[in-house]
């Protein structure tokens, strides 16, 4: 379509260039570069840019003429004419050009078809390029002169063609300059036919070579197409075909299946038919012995109606035998034919049962017969009883039945009497029976084999009936008693429901069981499922698992957790990690701690038991969910047991390592910034929140954890012949040198250097300066990096790292070239890089790789080169000083690096520079949170007194502000003398400035009365802004004081003078803060002990610099809660404001 569009425009162009249609030329021109169709456009640009056309001293001068002159555009019309006429001129030319060649055409057509050929071959050797060439560049002019007709269905044909393509603006244009026609008229002449430039476009393609040859590269095409569909609809039919056939297999599959399901429920119906007629059958012989157990009652009651009757027993007892040997003989072959008809329904039930069983046979379903003993062996020992029922009358009467019977024959039938005898006389009796008595002594022999199991099943039942209703009135203690019979019933009970019931009553033998009490049901469990095997463990003992998964009670919770590790070995391997870990999975949801920990422990103990690694994924994902566990008992229990058993189960540490890092950094990455403002420090910063705080500090911990594993890793695929031989050996120097020569691959050595110590730094670029706790377990897994893998690797590996990363210079030879961009790429580019690495990385190259006892040397020489060199250099003299100042601050959270630190401040301190005096000062101020009574008393007081006795104004003003921290922060009676001295020497100078730092300093600290001689004082009038800094200053102090609990005494004689003194200047006064003075004033006024006023603050929404000052830490908080406080104060000696004390409650 695209070739078809560019060959229209190319015969458009070629018209309206010959026929001199220009302004519609450049017209089409603009269109097309607007469409974007630049290669159709390539003649016009040609042409317009052709400077014997259009010259360019021409052009630039139409561009210069602002408004069209007349007399200008007449000039260029005469000049156009001549121009015109020279061109209509050198067409005459061309004319005679062309008649000459035509006349010599005509001549060569007159020689022979040889001579012909030889010409055109020479010709196309030797002309080819050129004859192509004109082929291609030959216009309407080859034809000779456009004839009136012609030139009209042309015009006609180019108009319609340029709105057809859209080029409305050239169509226009075209009207305006073909005046000697009407384009909306098109005369019908044989041109004339729609869309009839493509039509003429076809007729000339139609009409070459090119074209027969396409026509028949198609007809090939076709052919070959015609050829493939043909085949395609062969291979079609055979698929239909193949579709029927395969259609007719399935639904014959199908009948087979329906026909096949059809019989199964005949089966299974003739099964339920079967089973009722047995049913009966039993019926019927417990009506047997039931007459039987009438009979013998019947005989008994005979023997004792013998005595009544003695005259009468040789008339009446002949008779009488007769008739019991009749009745005794008719009931043995009743009970035989029926034994007969149960022992064919039995058999025919287990022939039914066992095809069920192979149609059906992947669905193993163990079926018990529970009847089968009492079917097979009807008859007891004394051959006619089967039922346990009468079995303990013919025992435990001693058979006085048989033997009256038995001495009624021997006395009135000496012939029968062997018979006789040998019907009645037990299996103790070892005669051999008579010919005639061989059924009688046949069904004795097969009760006699059948009467323990009867007796042993007949006593499970009776153990199954009667736990349950037992259970409930054993003391809980004891219950454990029953636990021998509870797995005896249930391994030997032949009913499922009866099992799974009894199983249920195992489980829940107690309501809410304590350890001891689960640890002896878990061992009955094992116990059982060691018995009864894989099949009965997972259909029986599982199932109790998974029905109590949601239990309300923890502890059965939590004995579910138990058992799946415990139980595991004794269900088949697929069942492990299918079931059993699903059931693991649930628990590890659950919402109690002890239950998620005991899921922890036993997935431990179920790893192991895998028969694959195809789990892994949902294992290890498992296991992080497990570790970032909000309770601390769980995440104990993971990084202790189940990361080990996870580690050496699934044999993957990089992927763990891998996983690791990933999480802690978008634990991170997933806080908001602690700003917004684009490409400031605090937008690197996070804000983070308790969960993710804590998820960072815990997976930090299993870090840790995974460090000893890491090195060992390394020391064993160690490439290098010098590698350690014991994995508890460090890497020695001469071995990072080797390896960083070598061009081997080290992975699980470079680990750490690449990917570790990178990611922990980026880590530590998003955590504000208060995540000191974060920044301490990552110093501690630093230390033990160092530990493990030695000195050498911190000297020569860690220590280039850090240095690096906060942008000093660092020796990398002992690292491998190809990592030397992974190393350099850490040093910060920006100024904002600088100082956020300063903040952040400094504190961990501080304290967790020159904190290391190898580098006790290196540490002190790097802090004077931060605090002293680094000070006294012009080039940057306060570059960074408060992020260092932060620095040496965490550093000194490790008690073991206080000795250094003091012995620089004194350096510091001693000096006569004053920006390192007052960097000196702020240092101490930071260092009071870490340090005891006894080192501010003897390092710390000494250095601030010194440096608050200096005659620098702002030393002694950072100096103050050092005093207040130690206030805050101790409660020592040497300690508050010295400082309250001290502040007297500060007051003394009477300055404003030092006036408002002490009030700032020891807002908690201050007496009553001085903040009443303060307020009472005059105020400069002079300055406004001073006297409103004053204002503020005693505002905060009140605001403070007025949080605090205070004896009425005070109130009244220090705080309300003090109030109503500030209020004397409302010029001062800001209105927040005289608002809140009028509230403490009038709910202080009453004189009540209730501190009514302490959200004031936080309601008003007033800024408090000394908010911190009334925690546990505050002098007025309840730090040293042994100290005896006074409830009256002393009164108030005549001296300086800060000699006298008060035993307030909040004041020491």
Known sequence: MDVERSSLCNCVVNFLLEEKYILTAFELLQELLDDGRDDHAIRLKEFFSDPSQFPPDQISRFNSLRVADPQSLLEEKEAMEEKLALTEYELRLAQEDISKLKTELQKKSDLSPTELCESKSNASVNLGPDILRQKKDSSLSDLGPLKVNERRDLNCAVKEYLLLAGYRLTAMTFYEEVTDQNLDVWQ????????????????????????????????????????????????????????????????????????????????????????????????????????????????????????????????????????????????????????????????????????????????????????????????????????????????????????????????????????????????????PPSADSRLPLELGNLGGKAASENMGLRTIQILADALPKIVPYVLINHREELLPLMKCAIERHPDSVTRDSLT??????????????????????????????????????????????????????????????????????????????????????????????AAARNLALLLPLFPNVDKYFKVDELMFQLVCDPSGVVVETTLKELLPAVIKWGNRLEHILRVLLSHILSSAQHCPPLSGVEGSVESHLRVLGERERWNIDVLLRMLVELLPSVHQKAVETCPLSSAPESKDMMFSTSLLESYAGELVEWPAFDWMHVDCFPDLIQLACMLPQKEDSLRIRTTKFLLAVSEYFGDSYLAHIMLPIFLVSVGDNADLSFFRSVTHPRIKGLRPKTAVAERLATMCILPLLLAGVLGSPSQHEQLPNYLRRLLVDGTLK????????????????????????????????????????????????????????????????????????????????????????????????????????????????????????????????????????????????????????????????????????????????????????????????PDALDPAHKEALEIILKERSGGTLEAISKAMGAHLGLASSVSSFFGDGGLLGKKEALEPVSPQPESPKAVGPFKQRTQDSGVS
């Open 874 to 1065: 012009e080039s940057q003299p306060t570059k960074h000083t408060a992020e260092i100042i932060n620095a040496v601050r965490f550093l000194c959270t490790f008690e073991k690096h206080h000795s250094i630190i003091f012995n620089i401040l004194w350096e510091m301190v001693v000096s006569s520079n004053i920006d390192m005096k007052i960097n000196a000062a702020n240092l101490l101020k930071v260092m009071v949170p870490y340090i005891d009574a006894k080192v501010a008393s003897t390092h710390v007081l000494p250095a601030l007194i010194t440096l608050g006795s200096d005659p620098n104004l702002n030393v002694k003003y950072a100096s103050i502000e050092a005093f207040g921290a130690v206030a805050q922060h101790f409660k020592n009676d040497m300690i508050v003398d010295k400082i309250r001295v001290q502040m007297d020497a500060f007051l003394e100078d009477g300055s404003h400035e030092a006036t408002i730092a002490v009030i700032r300093a020891l807002l908690v600290a201050v007496p009553h009365t001085t903040i009443f001689q303060f307020t009472a004082s005059p105020a400069s009038v002079s300055d406004v802004m001073r006297r409103r800094e004053r204002a503020n200053a005693f505002c905060e102090s009140i605001r403070a004081l007025d949080a605090t609990d205070i004896s009425a005494n005070s109130v009244k004689e220090f705080l309300l003078p003090a109030i109503q003194n500030l209020l004397k200047d």
């Open 188 to 431: 019908n002449t044989p041109a004339c036919v729609p869309d009839a430039l493509r039509h003429y476009y076809y007729q000339h393609l139609s009409c070459t070579s090119e074209a027969a040859e396409e026509k028949i590269a198609m007809l090939r095409e076709n052919e070959s197409l015609l050829k493939a569909n043909e085949r395609l609809n062969n291979e079609k039919e055979k698929l239909l075909k193949a579709k029927d056939v395969s259609d007719n297999h399935i639904s014959g599959l199908t009948k087979s299946l329906e026909a096949m399901q059809k019989d199964l429920k005949d089966r299974e119906s003739q099964i339920q038919e079967l089973r009722q007629s047995w049913e009966c059958q039993r019926k019927e012989i417990n009506d047997c012995r039931s007459e039987i157990t009438s009979l013998k009652m019947h005989i008994e009651g005979f023997r004792s109606g013998t005595n009544m009757v003695a005259s009468d027993v040789d008339a009446v007892q002949p008779h009488s035998l007769e008739k019991y040997k009749e009745q005794i003989k008719s009931l043995q072959m009743e009970i035989a034919g029926m034994k007969a008809k149960a022992s064919y329904a039995s058999a025919s039930i287990d022939k039914f049962t066992s095809e069920k069983e192979t149609q059906q046979a992947e669905e193993k379903v163990v079926e018990i017969d529970e009847d089968k003993t009492i079917i097979s062996h009807p008859v007891d020992g004394t051959g006619f009883l089967g039922n346990g029922d009468v079995l303990p009358l013919s025992i435990s009467e001693t058979n006085k039945p048989d033997e009256v019977l038995e001495d009624l024959l021997n006395s009135h039938s000496d012939e029968n009497a062997p018979v006789d005898s040998s019907l009645l006389v037990t299996k103790q009796n070892g005669e």
């Open 504 to 597: 249920h009553t195992l489980f829940n033998l107690i309501k809410r069981p304590d350890e001891q009490q689960r640890r002896i049901i878990m061992d009955a469990c094992v116990s059982l499922a060691k018995n009864v095997g894989e099949m009965r463990t997972e259909t029986e003992l599982l199932p109790q698992c998974w029905e109590q998964i949601n239990h309300m009670y923890e502890e059965r919770r939590l004995l579910v957790a138990q058992s799946c590790g415990e139980l595991a070995e004794f269900v088949r391997p697929e069942i492990r990690d299918s079931l059993i870990l699903s059931i693991v999975q649930q628990l590890i949801e659950d919402s109690a701690t002890v239950v998620r920990e």
